[in-house]
Nanobody, 123 residues
Framework: VQLQASGGGLVQPGDSLRLSCTTS???????IGWFREAPGKEREFVAV???????YYADSVKDRFTISRDNSKNTVYLQMDGLRPEDTAVYYC???????????????????WGQGTQVTVSS
């Protein structure tokens, strides 16, 4: 499966963005996660939408970000509200088979990655 992330951009603090992750082979069989990598920092887990469509979020984005999927469009979305400067990063989507929380927060649980989309939050 191939993944393509899109929707990034330059926004001001408090603004919203919606990222999209479109897959070539469909989304229904995959758990889809979003990760982000800020300059000088390690890539970190943001959110996951499992095949049963349950979600889990990192504490840093909980109550601000929403992950959802539309399997008919082979797309998973990351709605980001209340953006902060510390959300600035390259955002990556990834596909994996795990439905276990402890695994889904780890990059190694994902076998396919998109190319990343830049999100910059600055006034």
């Amino acid at each position: 499966v191939q993944l393509q992330a899109s929707g990034g951009g330059l926004v001001q603090p408090g603004d919203s963005l919606r990222l999209s992750c479109t897959t070539s082979g469909g989304t229904s069989r995959w758990s889809i996660g979003w990760f982000r990598e800020a300059p000088g920092k390690e890539r970190e887990f943001v959110a996951v939408n499992w095949r049963n469509q349950r979600q889990y979020y990192a504490d840093s984005v909980k109550d601000r970000f929403t992950i959802s999927r539309d399997n008919s469009k082979n797309t998973v979305y990351l709605q980001m509200d209340g953006l902060r400067p510390e959300d600035t990063a390259v955002y990556y989507c990834a596909a994996g088979s795990s439905g276990i929380l402890s695994e889904s927060r780890n990059q190694r649980a994902y076998t396919h990655w998109g190319q990343g989309t830049q999100v910059t939050v600055s006034s």
